[in-house]
């Protein structure tokens, strides 16, 4: 059986806009329409998705997120509130540089936190976790976790989400899931 998609009436989801079975779209949130969504998402209140963005299967975007034109995150992905992408490195007011836009890849599993503000052209990777308030800047590796301003890595975390702790041989183990780490040349690579 299909699961219904469901629209808040206040929404507004414009023609042509793609929605997966089972995605919810809550109150006073606007999808343009060459926008399109995947399977189980959950839009949250007051979130703004423009044309041409892609969000896979099972995102959850919280309250008060703008993805800009040029945005995509794969599956499994989630939207702190209030975090903040941008599209243009230069903005002016009386300069259209939609031309310029850059693209911004979040990776699947990855998670940036209230109040983040990611700048776009970069890649966030699988599993990576951004803290709340952090400036993203440049790419961020698999398995990265990365807080303040601008975002500097603290440390490592699983796919479950839990912070990482290395031995001698560069290798963690994952006590939710059993799953092993290991860190080699400034990599994170799960083994099981």
């Not at 979040?106 to 803290?131: L, R």
């Not at 603290?154 to 560069?170: A, P």
Request: aromatic letters at 8%; one cysteine or more.
């Amino acid at each position: 059986m299909k699961e219904e998609i469901y629209i808040h009436e206040t929404a507004i989801v414009e023609d042509g806009c793609i929605l997966g079975a089972g995605t919810k779209v809550w109150h006073f949130s606007h999808i343009m329409g060459s926008a399109i969504i995947g399977s189980k998402c959950n839009i949250g209140q007051n979130v703004f998705i423009a044309d041409g963005v892609i969000i896979g299967n099972n995102n959850k975007v919280q309250n008060n997120v703008s993805i800009y034109s040029g945005v995509e995150c794969e599956d499994d992905v989630f939207l702190g509130p209030s975090m903040v992408f941008t599209n243009v490195i230069n903005p002016r007011s009386a300069v259209n540089r939609k031309e310029e836009y850059k693209r911004t890849l979040i990776k699947k599993g990855a998670s940036i936190g209230a109040n983040a503000t990611i700048i776009c052209g970069v890649e966030i990777g699988c599993y990576a976790m951004i803290g709340a308030g952090a400036v993203v800047t440049k790419d961020v590796k698999d398995f990265e976790l990365l807080v303040g301003n601008p975002a500097k890595r603290i440390g490592w975390v699983s796919e479950y989400g839990n912070k990482l702790k290395f031995d001698e041989n560069g290798i963690a183990l994952c006590k939710e899931t059993s799953s092993k780490y290991l860190l080699e040349d400034g990599k994170v690579i799960k083994v099981n």
